[in-house]
């Protein structure tokens, strides 16, 4: 089962990663109509900097030859909705 690192090197373990970030990835690809060719990253983030969020999902789009499409969410993987998910695709999409 995935783990959050914590601060300090401590891990807890949540119940539903792999069903979300599963979820997160065919949502991701419905919503911008890729095949199945490319890769989508879905991973979550700790930030320890000053006004950081401290957790973060980001979603990678990977194909090859192309630069990478990013989008951030400030919230845990499970915690995402499709909402979120559609903005944070539109903005990266619009810059």
Same mark, same amino acid.
């Given at each position: 089962m995935p783990k959050?690192?914590?601060?300090m090197g401590?891990?807890?373990?949540r119940i539903g990663y792999p069903?979300?970030?599963q979820e997160l990835k065919l949502q991701t690809? /419905?919503?911008?109509?890729?095949s199945d060719d490319v890769t989508i990253s879905v991973s979550e983030?700790?930030?320890?900097?000053?006004?950081c969020p401290d957790v973060e999902t980001v979603v990678a789009?990977?194909?090859d030859g192309e630069k990478p499409i990013i989008a951030r969410i400030h /919230?845990?993987?499970p915690d995402v909705t499709?909402?979120?998910l559609k903005e944070a695709l539109d903005l990266r999409l619009r810059t």
């Amino acid at each position: 089962m995935p783990k959050i690192a914590l601060p300090m090197g401590r891990q807890v373990q949540r119940i539903g990663y792999p069903q979300a970030v599963q979820e997160l990835k065919l949502q991701t690809q /419905k919503l911008l109509g890729l095949s199945d060719d490319v890769t989508i990253s879905v991973s979550e983030l700790t930030c320890r900097e000053p006004g950081c969020p401290d957790v973060e999902t980001v979603v990678a789009i990977l194909r090859d030859g192309e630069k990478p499409i990013i989008a951030r969410i400030h /919230k845990s993987i499970p915690d995402v909705t499709l909402d979120e998910l559609k903005e944070a695709l539109d903005l990266r999409l619009r810059t």
